[in-house]
Nanobody
Framework: VQLQASGGGLVEAGGSLMLSCAASGSTFSLDAAAWFRQAPGKEREFVAAITSTGSRTLYGDSVKGRFTISRDNARKTLYLEMNSLKPEDTAVYYC?????RGQGTQVTVSS
């Protein structure tokens, strides 16, 4: 099973980005999934999680109301819609499907 994250980039404060994490393999729809992020010199931070069916979601306090996690089990893809981005959202974002971690995608928010 491999995870391929994409969608990161450079955006101005207040802008939006959509991250995707495509999974190859057969167990995607059976696993909960999550996004974490890590900024330089900081510990990894929980961003959002979603159950295997997508029926429930959970968000870190710093992104509540601005980010939305979702998934398409038919496409084996996890998403993170990020709105009202702030410079403090700058980090490498990692997707997790079950215990597997994607390679990360850089998000940079300029002030």
């Amino acid at each position: 099973v491999q995870l391929q994250a994409s969608g990161g980039g450079l955006v101005e404060a207040g802008g939006s980005l959509m991250l995707s994490c495509a999974a190859s393999g057969s167990t995607f729809s059976l696993d909960a999934a999550a996004w974490f992020r890590q900024a330089p010199g900081k510990e990894r931070e929980f961003v959002a999680a979603i159950t295997s069916t997508g029926s429930r979601t959970l968000y870190g306090d710093s992104v509540k109301g601005r980010f939305t996690i979702s998934r398409d089990n038919a496409r084996k893809t996890l998403y993170l819609e990020m709105n009202s981005l702030k410079p403090e959202d700058t980090a490498v974002y990692y997707c997790f499907i079950g215990s597997l971690r994607g390679q990360g995608t850089q998000v940079t928010v300029s002030s």
